[in-house]
């Protein structure tokens, strides 16, 4: 499998070098050159585990570069800490199912990814003798899942910038009461696309990229994507037998990764429904699959913040696509949006969109109604960013039985539950002790410059 840029400038590369690249050395984003189709397979993996899903599928990305039973030894590491021994198990409520993605570690969905990403990146570091600086964004899970996938990890250091107050208490503790000695914690004063802006700003600049060996675990860098695309298989293994072949998804989705990898997960063979794009008032993505206008707005603070956000990283992929794969066309219009602040898909591109998602956008108020109802409804409780995805469901037409996606544990939004139901949530022990722990973290301007001058005077000393 060989892996190009969508802007053109980057190909044929092995998925290793992907994997340490992150962002493509053009500005573009790494995707396969194809995808394989499966459905043959989909029969025998049926009574697959997830940890057997996960060689399978992943085998057909990573080519030479890991030899099978290397690739299952990783794997096996990646998932040690998880609390369910399904991984990530799919709980039947009355009118839908619900994936939970929130048993690994820090009680997020990206820990699936994050936790197997680590481990790749020792892998590789081992077996060239390199280091690496992991340089990273994130609006509340993508941080904590990193941190802990990444701690103590030999030739790693990491540096990962949050929107100082953005974020949840607990996912805030989560990142800053990790004192390894390879994290680095930046509070970032400005919002979550600040961030990812100033991540975006640093990999665009050659000389240090390649100077102070930067790697990404956002997911731009390709290896999230397919971890993701395997808890889709997973999905429909254990739904399937229940119920017709077809399944839908409700993703809560703010950076597009996540329902990305649904998308390619069908383009393999997977028999997908419907994908619904579920955004909270921060509703870029809604507003195209409505309009065609893919178009800057001011963020706005939900009780859903990992959502929180106006610029989605990976639908570049998905626009790549939409050119049919034309880098040139994308590239221009990657330009305009970045120049203006906006694209305009014509209607045959809006088309093809609407063919492949539904979107919705939910708001503040509907958010906590929907954790209310869903508590008075099936005695279950259900973070803000699920609920956002159930509630999308609803206003989409979405005809059950569909899968939601639950995207972190409700724990990790105490605020939200204690708004919407009058009661605090059961805090699991691992997050009560959070509070009794030190902390650690800068604080800096929402300026590249400042935090290139951070991570160079760290990497000096």
């Not at 085998?59 to 021994?85: C, M, T, W, Y």
């Not at 665009?204 to 993701?228: C, E, F, H, T």
């Not at 509907?366 to 956002?388: G, S």
Request: charged share 20%; with cysteine; proline share 4%.
């Amino acid at each position: 499998m060989k892996y190009s840029s969508t802007r053109g400038a980057v190909s044929g590369i092995s998925f290793k070098q992907a994997v340490m690249m992150g962002l493509a050395e053009d500005g573009g984003l790494l995707v396969p050159d194809e995808f394989p189709e499966v459905s043959n397979h989909l029969p025998d993996w049926r009574s697959l585990s997830f940890q057997q899903l996960c060689l399978e599928i992943m085998q057909l990305f990573v080519g030479q570069d890991l030899r099978r039973e290397e690739l299952e030894n990783l794997i096996a590491k990646s998932f040690v800490f998880f609390r369910h021994p399904l991984i990530t198990p799919l709980k039947k409520l009355k009118h839908c199912s619900v994936l939970e993605l929130f048993h690994g570690p820090t009680f997020a969905f990206k820990d699936i990814a994050l936790q197997f990403l680590g481990n790749l990146f020792e892998h590789f570091l081992a077996e060239d003798g390199h280091s690496l600086n992991v340089l990273g964004a994130t609006s509340g899970d993508t941080g904590s899942a990193a941190i802990h996938g990444l701690r103590g990890k030999k030739g790693i250091r990491v540096f990962m910038l949050h929107p100082q107050g953005r974020v949840s208490p607990v996912q805030e503790r989560q990142m800053t009461t990790v004192l390894d000695s390879n994290i680095h914690n930046l509070a970032i004063e400005g919002s979550f696309d600040d961030a990812q802006s100033i991540v975006k700003a640093l990999f665009n600049d050659p000389q240090l990229k390649r100077s102070r060996r930067l790697g990404a675990v956002n997911s731009i860098n390709w290896a999230r994507i397919m971890a993701q695309i395997v808890y889709y298989f997973h999905a429909w293994t254990q739904i399937s037998r229940d119920h017709s072949e077809n399944v839908s998804f409700v993703v809560p989705t703010g950076n597009f990764g996540n329902v990305l990898a649904a998308h390619y997960a069908r383009k393999m063979g997977l028999p997908v429904e419907e994908l619904v794009v579920a955004s909270n008032q921060n509703d870029i993505l809604h507003r195209f699959f409505n309009t065609g206008r893919y178009e800057t707005s001011t963020v706005e603070a939900t009780w859903s913040p990992s959502m929180d956000i106006q610029i989605s990283s990976n639908f570049e992929r998905y626009l790549f696509e939409l050119c049919d794969f034309k880098s040139e066309k994308l590239r221009l219009q990657m330009e305009e949006f970045s120049s203006s602040g906006s694209l305009m898909a014509d209607h045959h591109l809006l088309k093809m969109a609407q063919n492949d998602f539904l979107s919705a956008s939910v708001e503040n108020g509907e958010t906590l109604e929907t954790i209310r109802k869903v508590w008075h409804d099936e005695n279950y409780r259900v973070d803000p960013h699920t609920a956002v995805g159930m509630r999308a469901a609803e206003k989409s037409g979405l005809k059950a039985p569909y899968v939601c996606l639950a995207c972190a544990h409700p724990a990790k939004f105490g605020e939200a539950i204690r708004t919407a139901l009058g009661e605090e949530p059961e805090l699991p022990p691992e997050i009560k002790q959070l509070e009794t722990l030190p902390v650690r973290c800068e604080t800096m301007e929402a300026q590249p410059e400042t935090v290139k001058r951070y991570i160079e005077n760290v990497l000096d000393a």
